[in-house]
Structure formats: C-alpha cells, structure tokens
C-alpha cells in the first residue's frame, strides 16, 4: 500500500486490485450509439455571437422601463394615476365625460372653417378696406362685414355666454389649473348655452393658431353650415346639458391598481368566495 501523503502529493492514484469486483457505472441511455452527424452546409458558416461585456452588439429589445423620463414626463403620469386612485369630486370628474370620436371629428371640421385670420390676413382685409373707402366706396366698404370666426379667449367666451349670444361652447378636457373652466358646465347650463368638452386643450390651440386654447365658442355660421351646427348642437344637448344632474352626483377615481386588485382576489379565492375585476378594482 502506498502513502496516502505521496498520493496526494504526486496526483496518482494506486491501481485497484483484481478481486475487487467493481464495474464502471454504465453509459446513459444512447450515448454509445453511433451518433448520426449532421451534414453541415459549407455555404453557410456558423458563427456563434458571443453577448459578453465588450464583445457583439446586444440584440434590440424594449427598454420602455428602464428609461430614466424627464421629470415633466414623470409628473404627468403620476398625476394621471393619482387622479385614478384618489376620489374625484364631481365638478371635476365631469371633464373626464367627454365628446366621442365621431361627433369631435365633425366639430373639428366646422371649427377649421372659422378659423381665425391671421394678423397677414387681417392687415390685407383692412387696407382693401381702407382702399375701397379711399375710392368712394363708402356704400360698399359699409356693406362689407367683418368675417364669421371662432371665438376664444376665457373672459371673451364667458362673456358670450352670459349675453347668451354663443351657438356652441367647446371646453378642453385637460386645462390646468382646471379652476379656470371648472364653473363654465354650470353657466352653460344656467344661461340655456349648449357645451361640449372635448379632449386636448392642444388640439383646440391649432384652430386659432396657439399652443392650447382652454375654451372656444362658435357664434354665428354660413346658411350652408346652419345643418352641420345643429346635428352638433343636438348632439351636445344629449350628452352634456341633459345629463349634468347625472354627472352632478357620479364622483370619480377610486380605482386600485392591478397588484392591489389581484391580492384582494387572491385573498377572496383562499376564502373560498369569487370577486370580479370590475368589484376588485374599486376603492
């Protein structure tokens, strides 16, 4: 017998003797078979990319969440949520009531009709204006209106509305801070003016060449638009006017988040009882 020590040392070990019985553990299932090699195309190489720091380029894939959002981006979408969770009162969860896709789009193309001149229009109308009053055509220049537009501007369009000489009242849905437009629903509805809130104070800006317009009013149109206006007004009156007492009473928010819907159904399975999404997700 050897040393033990020397093994260690010298890395052999000593053979096993002949009468010791043991037989090697036997080979797995199909490995002594005859591997059938693959024929490999010559024209087409393998070439294995190795994704290691440094090394190839890592494939594209979806970097939404990782990405650190400029903070105004942030705000925003945690005003969002926080206007989902917390209880909304109804003078402005109302805003959240807005005019369908269909009926906006028809309004958009009545409010691009009117839109207003802008100030090159305006400085061409007026001196034709002045010419035409300069060549004695006083008669004429008297007979010229001023051209139908879209009104805007907050204190101009309220005071349309209190001298009830507005056709039509266009409210942006997300004008901050919303104390501005909050009571205009309520005037609307007291003077018999009839309103319609619409998505994107941006989108109300492009019809009167602004960044964002909280509040537009339509006044008077052309007898070949007098139908198109009443469709609309109509419209409004069956979404906005006649509803408001509803809207009046319907608080917003009081949503839960998804992680906190799915616990509560959890805990309502492992109680043996059967909750819904629908009644989960409220507050």
């Known amino acids: 017998m050897e040393n033990p020590a020397k093994v260690r040392v010298l890395g ?10 043991k037989k090697p553990a036997p080979a797995p299932y199909g490995a002594n078979k005859g591997a059938a090699k693959t024929q490999k195309n010559p024209l087409f190489e393998s070439r294995p990319k190795n994704f290691g720091i440094g090394q190839d380029i890592q494939p594209k894939k979806d970097l939404t969440r990782f990405v650190k959002w400029p903070e105004y981006v942030r705000l925003q979408r945690q005003k ?3 206007s989902q969770r917390l209880k909304v009162p109804p003078a402005i969860a109302q805003f959240s009531h807005t005019l369908d896709k269909n009926t906006a789009t028809q309004l958009f193309k009545l409010l691009n009709k009117y839109r207003p001149e ?3 229009e305006k400085k061409a109308r007026l001196e034709a204006q002045a010419k035409a009053t300069a060549e004695e055509k006083e008669a004429q220049a008297k ?5 139908l537009f879209v009104k805007y501007g907050l204190n101009h369009c309220v005071a349309l509305i209190e ?13 901050d801070p919303i104390e501005l437009v909050v009571f205009l629903p309520a005037l609307c509805r007291k003077m018999g003016v009839p309103y319609v809130i619409v998505k994107g104070k941006a989108r109300l800006g492009t019809v009167v060449h602004k ?11 052309r007898s070949e638009d007098q139908r198109e206006l009443a469709t609309l007004v109509s419209a409004a009156k069956a979404n906005f006017t006649d ?10 928010g009081g949503i839960r988040g998804p992680k906190s819907t799915q616990m509560l159904r959890k805990r309502a399975k492992a109680a043996g009882q059967t909750l819904s999404v ?3 997700q409220k507050l």
């Open 12 to 21: 052999w070990m000593p053979k096993a003797t002949k009468g010791s019985g």
């Open 80 to 82: 969002v949520i926080l």
């Open 118 to 120: 802008t100030k090159q």
């Open 143 to 147: 007979d010229s209106k001023k051209p």
């Open 163 to 175: 001298a009830k000489k507005a056709s039509l009242v266009v409210i942006a849905h997300d004008v």
């Open 211 to 221: 960044k964002t317009a909280a509040v537009l009013t339509i006044q008077d149109v």
């Open 243 to 252: 509803k408001y007492e509803e809207h009046r009473r319907q608080w917003g």
């Open 278 to 280: 629908a009644n989960a």
